[in-house]
């Protein structure tokens, strides 16, 4: 029980799976950035689908 309280606690102990999910997230959030990006300049391209999709997204 202590371990994992140490782990959870202090991350900096050198944990590597806690190093590799920050990673990951740190990955999958700069994707998903990446994601948003090129829609939001879609419909730049396409006003059309512009505001259905920012209404959509954003409620």
Not at 3 to 23: L, V
Not at 29 to 46: D, E, F, I
Request: glycine share 6%; hydrophobic share 30%.
């Amino acid at each position: 029980m202590s371990k994992m309280i140490d782990t959870s606690a202090s991350d900096n102990d050198g944990d590597e799976p806690a190093a590799i999910k920050r990673g990951r997230s740190s990955a999958a959030n700069q994707r998903s950035a990446n994601a948003v990006a090129p829609k939001a300049l879609s419909p730049k391209r396409t006003p059309r689908t512009a505001p259905n999709v920012l209404k959509g997204k954003r409620t």
